[in-house]
């Protein structure tokens, strides 16, 4: 297949090199051109170590050339750039083409998933045309990718057939692609996955140990999961790959922006100190703001969130996970 990857971050970067090595013609764009000189001189990503691209592998920083005449079309932009990329690149793009989203957010001030923002951009663009979305999402650290190390992950879509185009493109040995239809399940778990990561995070910043980090990690989802039945979404997603699967890796790995941004605060970095010590996109820092406000939206419960949000805010750790800890009681399975 002729493919484009748009981002040449980390994740972009991991995922153009598996699709090249899968025997595709793939085109690499970033909107820097001397990030795409760089790559093109040493074929290798600076954040993922002594991966090689290979040789087939294009790169370049001309967005037309990127997506003209590419049957896939992969986003890989962190999310608060999805809505700016995917204007620049309509009129480019075709309905004949699959679109991928492979980051996780939601937009803060609409509340749309990704593959949301991207169809209301492309609604108002290109009105007479209907584009085909996927959700590309699971538990996936593009260093480990990188290492074609063994991974699995979900190719979600309202359209079975683009779902499986997607699983076709990206599947190897090294590389498992189930099918899902619930994409606003999958792309809602990628978003709000990040949100507890942070939380899980600050908790072993202060060193509470496993047990808390177990709490919150089992917490968590229960907050992602009403949430998520609030909005329609099918409860087997959250039990699966993108929920529980994604929401371990970023909760608990060393590769996890969100989790080390979490640690620093932990430790007492204030949140804007510990995102540049993390030095990339900390995305649960994005989806919080949107997570809260739809759980307002649909009065949905979320109390780690807002801890957490209350943490962001100034308020003091310690004094929050007191007043976390002693809220009136609960049963396990009830609503709140």
Not at 6 to 18: M, V
Not at 50 to 79: G, N, Q, R, W, Y
Not at 227 to 237: D, K, N, V
Not at 292 to 314: F, I, K, S
Request: glycine residues 8%; contains cysteine; proline residues 4%.
């Amino acid at each position: 297949m002729n493919i484009a990857v748009l981002g040449a971050g980390t994740w972009g970067s991991a995922l153009a090199r598996l699709l090249a090595k899968n025997g595709h013609a793939v085109t690499l764009w970033s909107k820097f051109p001397e990030e795409v000189k760089w790559m093109e001189k040493t074929h290798r990503h600076p954040h993922l170590g002594d991966a090689e691209m290979p040789a087939t592998l294009c790169f370049t920083a001309d967005l037309e050339k990127a997506v003209c005449e590419k049957e896939l079309v992969v986003f890989a932009v962190p999310s608060p750039y999805v809505r700016a990329t995917t204007e620049e690149a309509a009129p480019f793009l075709s309905a004949d083409q699959i679109l991928v989203d492979v980051a996780k957010g939601i937009e803060k001030d609409t509340g749309l998933t990704l593959t949301g923002v991207m169809e209301d951009v492309l609604t108002h663009k290109r009105p007479k045309e209907r584009f085909a979305f996927v959700a590309l999402s699971g538990p996936t650290h593009a260093e480990e990718v990188a290492k074609d190390l063994p991974s699995a992950i979900v190719s979600a879509s309202l359209d079975d057939g683009a779902a499986k185009r997607v699983q076709d493109a990206f599947m190897n040995e090294q590389f498992r692609v189930y099918t899902n239809r619930d994409i606003h399940g999958v792309e809602l778990c990628g978003a709000l996955k990040n949100i507890i990561a942070l939380a899980a995070g600050i908790s072993d910043g202060l060193g509470f140990g496993d047990n808390a980090k177990a709490a919150i990690i089992t917490r968590g989802m229960a907050e992602m999961t009403r949430l998520g039945l609030a909005l329609g979404c099918s409860p087997e997603t959250f039990a699966g790959l993108a929920g529980y699967g994604d929401l371990i890796v970023t909760a608990t790995s060393v590769h996890s922006r969100n989790h080390q941004c979490g640690e620093l605060i932990g430790r007492g970095f204030s949140p804007e100190e510990a995102v540049r010590e993390v030095g990339q996109v900390v995305e649960g820092m994005n989806a919080l703001p949107a997570a809260r406000a739809l759980a307002d939206r649909y009065e949905v419960q979320m109390p780690l969130a807002d801890a957490l949000n209350d943490v962001l805010c100034g308020a003091d750790v310690r004094s929050t996970v007191f007043s976390l800890m002693t809220r009136d009681k609960k049963t396990e399975f009830h609503p709140n």
